[in-house]
């Protein structure tokens, strides 16, 4: 029962490098969201896709782009790193209406 | 926007019970969260409560609702050491097309054996 699962763990990136954060869930979600946490900051919302084929900016879009591959992935990408993204993010999956929202283990992210 | 407050730190003793408070903004919100972050995992989820009750109670864990002042806490009972974690308080703001949750800035709860 794997829930949700993102890859990679770990990444060290050096500034202006790209990359794709991968989200897959296996619970039948329609919604899908990716998050970053610093420090004192609590949790913040990057994106979020409410079901297939549909994805909205949240709080901090700024720097990243998101895809809705099916209904069971959601990618986020940086197309080019800054130390300011230098954060950990977590991908989430929830059900239709307000129901428990299911969270990966996250990405621990530098950018240097 | 939407903002909700969060203390950020918490220390009891073993054995001793633990208060965690929270404001929230949107009145209209539906359901209000609890969620627990280990440290090095992602968030899980505690418990939650709907905002027409004023408290729910599940084992060691109470959680009360104000609404008029739009204040909620979660209340441990007999705080063990495994216990110790980060606390996240979260609402869903109403508004059409809605669904994300907005998280406080956390508390992290430390627990002295």
């Known amino acids: 029962n794997a829930g949700v699962t993102q890859t990679p763990k770990f990444q060290v990136l050096k500034t202006g490098q790209s990359m794709t954060l991968q989200c897959a869930q296996d619970?039948?979600?329609?919604?899908m969201y990716w998050y970053r946490q610093d420090p004192g900051m609590g949790l913040r919302l990057i994106y979020y896709s409410a079901s297939e084929g549909t994805t909205d900016k949240g709080e901090v879009p700024n720097g990243y782009n998101v895809s809705r591959l099916n209904k069971r992935e959601f990618s986020l990408r940086l197309e080019s790193a800054a130390p300011s993204q230098t954060s950990v993010y977590f991908c989430?999956?929830?059900?239709?209406?307000?129901?428990?929202?299911?969270f990966g283990q996250g990405t621990r992210l530098t950018v240097v | 926007g939407e903002d909700v407050e969060q203390s950020l730190f918490l220390s009891v003793r073993e054995g001793d019970s633990s208060v965690i408070n929270c404001t929230y903004t949107?009145?209209?919100?539906?359901?209000l969260y609890w969620y627990k972050q280990e440290p090095g995992a992602g968030l899980q989820l505690l418990t939650y409560?709907?905002?027409?009750?004023d408290m729910k109670q599940d084992q060691r864990l109470t959680v009360l609702l104000n609404k008029k002042d739009k204040h909620l806490s979660l209340r441990i009972a007999d705080t063990q050491t495994g216990d110790s974690a980060i606390y996240f308080c979260?609402?869903?703001?109403?508004?059409?097309?809605?669904?994300?949750?907005?998280f406080g800035k956390g508390t992290k709860l430390s627990v002295i054996p």
């Open positions: 989430a999956s929830s059900g239709t209406g307000n129901t428990e929202a299911f």
């Open positions: 409560i709907f905002s027409n009750m």
């Open positions: 949107d009145s209209s919100s539906t359901y």
């Open positions: 619970m039948n979600h329609n919604s």
């Open positions: 979260a609402e869903i703001p109403s508004g059409a097309g809605s669904y994300q949750l907005t």
